[in-house]
């Protein structure tokens, strides 16, 4: 269960991710955050800057002038950026089940102010409402989004505990195939 909000590191591994693409300017990588969220998440400006003023100090970035930008700061990957890059790319890889668990967080909390009776959320003049029907279009927008990235949708059956557990097996199942593997082909090596 996260105790906040997106995994911590996100964001700065988007910002150096898009930065190992080109050189890019603060308000440019706020807006191509906010494209990879479907514009539905945009990080404050209070948490890009900063982090591109600390891998400037760091060394991980440095500022790229354009003649034809002059007034712009912009900002490059370093070599040492590039092996941050990495480490952040392992660390961001660790926390796919915080992430998930901030997904169906926020979605927990908007279900139970659309039914849980403690809550009496007026949204009369809203162009949103915490009703059934918003719940199932937020739950189609993913399914479209799942299909469109992954291929068609199938239910799983399993409640989380159960589905957990069978990711749990099946990454220490791979884990173990790919040691028992690696073993046999080292042996046949030595032969």
């Known amino acids: 269960m996260r105790k906040s909000g997106p995994p911590k590191g996100l964001i700065s591994y988007l910002v150096l991710e898009?930065?190992?693409?080109?050189?890019?300017?603060?308000?440019?990588?706020?807006?191509?955050i906010t494209e990879i969220s479907g514009g539905h998440w945009e990080p404050s400006y209070g948490s890009v800057y900063p982090i591109l003023y600390k891998f400037e100090e760091e060394g991980v970035a440095e500022r790229v002038e354009r003649d034809d930008e002059p007034d712009r700061k912009y900002f490059a990957l370093t070599d040492?950026?590039?092996?941050?890059?990495?480490?952040?790319?392992?660390?961001?890889?660790?926390e796919a089940r915080d992430f998930g668990d901030v997904v169906l967080g926020f979605y927990h909390l908007y279900a139970a102010l659309a039914t849980d009776n403690r809550f009496e959320v007026t949204d009369d003049d809203a162009e949103w409402e915490y009703s059934e029907r918003y719940s199932a279009w937020i739950v189609e927008q993913i399914i479209r989004h799942h299909e469109r990235d992954f291929g068609e949708f199938e239910r799983i059956d399993a409640s989380p505990e159960e589905f957990h557990d069978e990711a749990d097996a099946t990454d220490t199942g791979t884990a173990d195939e790919a040691d028992e593997s690696e073993e046999a082909s080292s042996g046949a090596a030595d032969d």
């Not at 898009?18 to 191509?32: A, K």
């Not at 040492?80 to 660790?94: H, P, Q, S, T, V």
Request: aromatic letters at 6%; proline letters at 3%.
């Open 18 to 32: 898009l930065l190992d693409e080109r050189p890019r300017y603060g308000y440019e990588l706020l807006g191509e």
């Open 80 to 94: 040492a950026g590039r092996e941050e890059l990495a480490e952040k790319r392992a660390a961001i890889g660790g």
